[in-house]
């Protein structure tokens, strides 16, 4: 319940920003298709699906892609995977009850990133959101070669990549801006390290896709704060968030020192006379050997 609640937010209040440039990689990678001639189904593959949360709007009679492929008469298939299996089941379930056209195609399967279950040169987009500061952080360049090699010569990935120094409130306090670097900085990024992820790789991520023979066409900073979003939404990610990074404490025997600073800092989120945001880096990449060829 607490990971619905809170990829529902996160989606919510990227989305006014985030499926411009979805919608954009998607006809980008159509247009393709027509001046090739092309009959090849378009092929969309989301790493690390979780609940699902942002495939629902991609499908359906007024999903995002499946749109687009009505109207240009292209088949679609989209694929998900995810590790954990009861979010898996969950994830197919809830795509299962969403009625889509004959043309499209929905698949969620239980499986690795380090170890996708896809040919080479599969997939025209490959979107990986909201999972990397998640995960050890030495299977993130196992992670950006699985996604490189079954990504098209030509296709598209995008990412969004959190970074946890990036939340911050416009408080005329002094005291209370430095307790947030504290909470931020000192606590929930060290507890992090010491869980073995890697929470600032929002900021190292495009010199890695470099790094990984990609190359990044554009890195944006998706504003996710208490004027796009309604304040108590934004209070409750915050709050799903501090019960995720809590269970994570409690399950791994590490002490977390700094709770009265969070709740300060939630409480700050709840003040209406105060300012909060997230900022969220969304960037989208293409194989160098693309580059290399056009």
Same mark, same amino acid.
């Given at each position: 319940e607490v990971a619905l609640t809170c990829y529902k937010i996160q989606v919510d209040g990227l989305w006014a920003e985030e499926s411009v440039l979805l919608l954009k990689a998607y006809l980008e990678v159509s247009i393709k298709h027509q001046l090739n001639n092309s009959q090849q189904t378009i092929r969309i593959l989301d790493v690390g699906c979780g609940t699902g949360e942002l495939l629902t709007r991609l499908i359906g009679q007024n999903g995002l892609f499946e749109q687009v492929a009505r109207s240009k008469g292209q088949r679609l298939e989209i694929y998900g995977v995810?590790? +954990?299996?009861?979010?898996?089941?969950?994830?197919?379930?809830?795509?299962?009850?969403?009625? #889509?056209?004959?043309?499209?195609? #929905?698949?969620?399967?239980?499986?690795?990133?380090?170890?996708?279950?896809?040919?080479?040169?599969m997939f025209d987009i490959v979107m990986n959101r909201h999972m990397l500061h998640s995960v050890p952080r030495g299977v993130i360049p196992d992670i950006l070669k699985e996604s490189y090699r079954v990504l098209?010569? +030509?296709?598209?990935?995008? $990412?969004?990549?959190?970074?946890?120094?990036?939340?911050y409130t416009s408080s005329n306090d002094d005291g209370k801006i430095e307790e947030q670097h504290q909470l931020w900085s000192k606590g929930i990024y060290k507890t992090g390290a010491e869980l073995g992820v890697d929470l600032r790789i929002g900021r190292k991520l495009p010199a890695m896709?470099?790094?990984?023979?990609?190359?990044?066409? $554009?890195?944006?900073?998706?504003?996710?704060?208490?004027?796009?979003?309604?304040?108590?939404?934004?209070?409750?990610?915050?709050?799903?968030?501090?019960?995720?990074?809590?269970?994570?404490?409690?399950?791994?025997?590490?002490?977390?020192?700094?709770?009265?600073? $969070?709740?300060? $800092?939630?409480?700050?989120?709840?003040?209406?006379?105060?300012?909060?945001?997230?900022?969220?880096?969304?960037?989208?990449?293409?194989k160098r050997n693309t580059m290399r060829h056009s």
């Open positions: 995810e590790l +954990d299996k009861a979010m898996c089941e969950f994830c197919k379930q809830r795509l299962n009850s969403i009625s #889509v056209g004959a043309h499209v195609s #929905v698949t969620v399967q239980n499986a690795c990133a380090t170890k996708l279950p896809f040919e080479p040169n098209k010569s +030509d296709g598209i990935i995008h $990412f969004v990549a959190e970074d946890i120094e990036m939340i896709l470099n790094h990984h023979d990609f190359i990044v066409r $554009f890195v944006k900073f998706a504003c996710v704060d208490t004027c796009s979003l309604n304040q108590q939404s934004l209070v409750s990610l915050f709050q799903s968030w501090r019960s995720a990074f809590a269970n994570g404490w409690q399950k791994n025997k590490i002490d977390f020192d700094y709770d009265v600073l $969070f709740n300060n $800092f939630i409480n700050v989120v709840q003040d209406k006379q105060e300012y909060a945001c997230w900022s969220v880096p969304i960037m989208q990449a293409v």
